[in-house]
Structure formats: C-alpha cells, structure tokens
C-alpha cells in the first residue's frame, strides 16, 4: 500500500468520533478512523497501562517484604514472656514509717541526711527507702532530686580490656535513669552486670549501663520485675559478646573464670538480696572466688568460697568476646 503525507492542519473529529492527525501517514489515518469506530485497538493499549500499574505495585510491595523481612532478621528473637513495654516510672509517693525512722537514725551520725527529712517531697518513698537500707548508696540518694531527668554520659570511663570495672548500678552517672517502671539504682542490677562484662571482653566503654538499660527495653527483655534471663542468654550477643550457660559445679566455674571468662549469676535472696539480683564473678584469687556486686561495694571487696555462693545461685553464664 503507498503511504502519503497528511497535510498539516487541525484536528478534526467526525460524528463517528473519527479523527486526523496534523502529521501522520494515510495508513495511521485510516487505522486510527478504525480505532475510533471500533474501540478495539484502544483497550488493549488501556490494559497495557493497567498491566504496567499493576507491575509496578507488585514490585514495590515485593521491595518492601524484603525489607521488613530484612529488619526482622536482624532483630533477635524476643522471649515469649516479654514484651517491648516501656513501664511507667512509680517510685511510690509517701514514706512509709519504717523508712523515715531508719533515716532519723542515719541522720543522728550523719548530718546530711536531715535536708531529706525537712523536704521529705523531693525524694520518692523507694528512693528514701534505698538510702535507708543501704548507706553506701547515700551519696546516690542525697543527690537524686538534681539528678532525674539528667542525661547519662556515653560512655563508660574506665575500661581497658581484660580488666572489669566495678560499676554500680546506683552511681550518680547513671543511677536515675529509668528502668523496667522503676530507676537503675533500685533495679538495674541486670544491664550493670553486662555493662561490666561487655567493657572488660570487649575494651569498649560505649555500652554503659544505660545504654544497655535502653536497648533491652526497646527489644523487650526488661518486665515490671527487672531483667529477663533472656538478656543474659542471647540478648548480650547485640553487645559484642556470647554467653553459655553453665551446670552448677565448682569445677565448671572455677574453669571458666580460670580462662579469663567472667560468670554472671541470677541469685535469689541472701548475702546479696531480699528478692532477686545479678552479681558477676570476675576471678579466682587464692581458691576464693572475686565478684562485683552492683549493689555494694563492700562486698565487692570480699573474696567469696565457692559452697556460700552456691546455694544462693539460681541461674549463671560464663561470657566470651565475639
């Protein structure tokens, strides 16, 4: 078929709906009168468009499967009895009698007590309560009011690898962080104790207790009761170190700290608590074992026989560097 120019002009539609091009040939002329009479040439064109729609959200929603699916792979599993639950602080309002006759006691040697029993306001009933029960905290308590709500430093100061730093969960650095509805000084024994860990294994102070305290409530290994045992077990791993749960034997314990792998311990109450605690053995020195209990220095000091601490030891973990 010969193909000749259209003329240049207007478009011009007919009453069939029928129309020219300003420039095209004879050939698309009449294909697209065809087109306009029939509206079969049209649709398939109109599908194309739909079916490239339709490729294109498949491929987006494809893109972001693989993505959360992605994010999900480097989120590590959640224990079933926890949840990522931020709990709302509640250090209690009005001292119970108990406390407040505990501190006129204190104050009768120590003076600077009494600003807490003139203002009694200023200081939560739990945390009136912990300078009452334990005066190596005092420094903590006395300080508080100017120290909620203050920001935490990033990092830990003293570290230096292989060597594990006796932190408190009390100290004044971090010791008003909120923690599991409570503060780190009344029940941060948890991310302390990996605090410490983490610093002596892997020479990095970036994860201070806080910042543990931080990451396991994001990722929901922290309850209304404290730390979960999960933490200890798998969590830790996000910190740069591996824990591997230990039977209950002398000779396991004694090998592992003798290897330079330190050994948190989930205790129930005695030497170190009234409820529930982590402490973490850090060596042997003399047949005795050396600890750090975040709650009290002064035991920290001590040396410990194995046979006291046995019965008090509900669950351990010796730690490794990744």
């Keep these: 078929m010969e193909c000749r120019r259209i003329p240049a002009g207007p478009v011009a539609l007919n009453r069939k709906g029928s129309f020219m091009v300003r420039y095209g040939t004879a050939a698309r002329d009449i294909r697209l009168q065809n087109a306009a009479r029939t509206g079969r040439a049209a649709r398939p064109r109109r599908?194309?468009?739909?079916?490239?729609?339709?490729?294109?959200l498949l491929f987006t929603a494809a893109c972001l499967c693989l993505a959360l699916f992605g994010a999900a792979q480097t989120r590590p599993a959640l224990p079933?009895?926890?949840?990522?639950?931020?709990?709302?602080?509640?250090?209690?309002?009005?001292?119970?009698?108990?406390?407040?006759?505990?501190?006129?006691?204190?104050?009768?040697?120590r003076p600077e007590v009494w600003p807490m029993l003139d203002d009694p306001a200023a200081?939560?009933?739990?945390?009136?309560?912990?300078?009452?029960?334990?005066?190596e905290a005092l420094g903590f308590v006395l300080a508080y009011p100017s120290l909620a709500g203050a920001t935490p430093p990033e990092t830990v100061a003293e570290v230096e690898q292989g060597v594990f730093p006796a932190l408190l969960q009390w100290d004044e650095r971090?010791?008003?962080?909120?923690?599991?509805?409570?503060?780190?000084?009344?029940?941060?024994?948890?991310?302390?104790v990996l605090s410490t860990v983490t610093c002596g294994l892997t020479g990095s102070g970036a994860w201070t207790p806080a910042a543990i305290a931080d990451w396991a409530q994001s990722w929901g290994y922290a309850t209304e009761s404290g730390t979960s045992w999960e933490l200890m077990r798998t969590g830790c791993e996000h910190f740069g170190v591996r824990a591997e749960e230990l039977a209950l034997?002398?000779?396991?314990?004694f090998r592992a700290l003798e290897a330079g792998r330190p050994v948190i311990c989930s205790v129930?109450?005695?030497d170190f608590t009234t409820a529930g605690h982590f402490i973490v053995l850090t060596g042997v020195e003399?047949?005795?074992i050396r600890l750090i209990?975040?709650?009290?220095?002064?035991?920290?000091?001590?040396?410990?026989?194995?046979?006291?601490?046995?019965?008090?030891?509900?669950?351990?973990?010796a730690y490794s560097a990744l």
């Design 249 to 253: 034997s002398e000779t396991t314990v």
């Design 286 to 288: 003399d047949g005795l």
């Design 80 to 109: 079933g009895i926890v949840s990522a639950l931020v709990y709302p602080l509640d250090l209690g309002d009005a001292w119970d009698a108990d406390t407040e006759a505990a501190l006129r006691a204190l104050a009768a040697r």
């Design 268 to 270: 129930r109450p005695g």
């Design 47 to 56: 599908r194309k468009k739909r079916r490239g729609r339709l490729r294109l």
């Design 123 to 135: 200081w939560p009933a739990e945390v009136a309560a912990l300078g009452a029960r334990n005066e």
């Design 293 to 317: 209990d975040p709650n009290s220095p002064a035991r920290s000091a001590a040396l410990w026989k194995f046979d006291r601490l046995m019965p008090q030891i509900k669950n351990l973990w």
């Design 174 to 192: 971090w010791g008003a962080v909120p923690y599991a509805g409570s503060i780190l000084a009344l029940s941060g024994c948890g991310p302390t």
